[in-house]
């Protein structure tokens, strides 16, 4: 069993930055791959970066270079890093956890475990 909790949401103007963390509490053997989602009013869910247990990890396109997903030593934390944010990147964001390897994950969001979600809101 894993519980996801994000925190670090918030409303910043475009250029800015934003720091979002995943708080992971139950069992680390049922968090291998963990993600970052976000979905947008009247859009879908779009995954933003995941990352495996050993470091690995992968971005969406539309993050060009602007964003970092990491996780802390005791895998206990999940963080993304946002830069250079703009008003398209507004949407709630998800922290998603799965006991399998990214790599076997068949669909890209076939995740056991989500958070709640945390806003974030960029303005002009």
């Known amino acids: 069993q894993v519980q996801l909790a994000e925190s670090g949401g918030g409303s910043v103007q475009a250029g800015g930055s934003l720091r979002l963390s995943c708080a992971v509490s139950?069992?680390?053997?049922?968090?291998?791959?963990m993600a970052w989602f976000r979905q947008a009013p009247g859009q879908e869910r779009e995954r933003v970066a995941l990352?495996?247990?050993?470091?690995?990890?992968g971005y969406g396109d539309f993050v060009k270079g602007r964003f970092t997903i990491s996780r802390d030593t005791a895998k206990t934390t999940l963080y993304l890093q946002m830069n250079s944010l703009t008003p398209e990147d507004s949407a709630m964001y998800y922290c998603?956890?799965?006991?399998?390897?990214?790599?076997?994950?068949?669909?890209?969001?076939?995740?056991?475990?989500w958070g709640q979600g945390t806003q974030v809101a960029v303005s002009s």
């Open positions: 990352i495996d247990s050993d470091g690995s990890d």
């Open positions: 998603a956890a799965d006991p399998n390897y990214c790599f076997e994950l068949l669909e890209e969001d076939d995740f056991m475990y």
């Open positions: 139950g069992s680390v053997y049922r968090s291998v791959c």
